[in-house]
């Protein structure tokens, strides 16, 4: 006997339809509101530091880290939290995951070298380092090449070490100036009198242009931090007097 489902009275709706759209349309809006929510939970973690303690900045973070598991930056905030509180082990373990979620990223990894170092798991450290200088190779601050020749030159690469620091002195000449040189004070001699007479052979054979004028420039920079200013005025006068226009 054939059923007649389109006489009055009788519904053809499906009264499960609108829960399950319900309930469609609910988790559409949580997914597209949860990062959105992680955002504000990060830029508000971050308004903590330095005015709360440091356990209650590591909480929002914590939180923050839940509402964007894929976000390496709440456990980058979360590691220095546990620096300040003085716990190396649970720092060096957020480090890792911040790593892991982005590992083409050297900052993260440069963090994550210095606290190997710290710990003095220095071949890991080692390896650490060298991906973060590869990752960026312009180092516009210098700071991985840095740490990298000194890690180096601890563990006996001296050549490698002498390389990495030139790079890094002359990307950032302030680093003359850190405390590393208190025990070193022979090997930074050795890099200024280098540095003084690499820039006096470059200053009588090289013609300054726009493509060689930036590195005697730095190497000027370099040469007055180390407090050779003299020297670096005498290369200045010499380089004007050989390139006059």
């Known amino acids: 006997i054939a059923v007649n489902t389109t006489d009055a009275g009788v519904s053809t709706t499906n009264p499960v339809r609108p829960i399950i759209r319900y309930i469609l349309v609910t988790l559409a809006v949580l997914f597209c509101a949860?990062?959105?929510?992680?955002?504000?939970?990060?830029?508000?973690?971050?308004?903590?530091i330095h005015k709360q303690p440091w356990e209650v900045v590591l909480n929002a973070f914590r939180t923050a880290s839940i509402l964007e598991p894929l976000n390496a930056h709440p456990h980058y905030y979360m590691a220095l939290c546990h620096k300040q509180m003085n716990q190396p082990e649970l720092a060096q373990t957020e480090f890792v995951e911040a790593v892991k979620l982005c590992p083409n990223y050297g900052f993260y990894r440069f963090y994550l070298a210095?606290?190997?170092?710290?710990?003095?798991?220095?071949?890991?450290?080692?390896?650490?380092?060298?991906?973060?200088?590869?990752?960026?190779?312009?180092?516009?601050?210098g700071r991985t090449r840095f740490s990298l020749a000194a890690l180096e030159w601890q563990l006996g690469h001296r050549e490698m070490a002498i390389e990495d620091f030139w790079a890094a002195i002359l990307a950032n000449p302030a680093h003359l100036n850190d405390p590393f040189w208190e025990n070193n004070q022979g090997l930074r001699d050795r890099l200024i009198r280098d540095f003084s007479v690499y820039t006096t052979s470059f200053n009588s054979v090289h013609v300054l242009n726009y493509k060689s004028a930036p590195l005697f420039l730095k190497l000027?920079?370099?040469l007055r931090e180390a407090g050779e200013s003299?020297?670096?005025?005498?290369?200045l006068y010499l380089a004007a007097y050989n390139n006059p226009g």
């Open 230 to 235: 003299d020297v670096a005025n005498r290369h």
């Open 114 to 141: 210095t606290e190997l170092g710290e710990s003095r798991q220095f071949e890991e450290a080692l390896n650490q380092f060298e991906i973060a200088r590869n990752l960026d190779p312009y180092d516009a601050d």
């Open 34 to 48: 949860i990062p959105w929510l992680g955002k504000q939970q990060i830029s508000k973690a971050q308004k903590l």
């Open 220 to 222: 000027l920079a370099v």
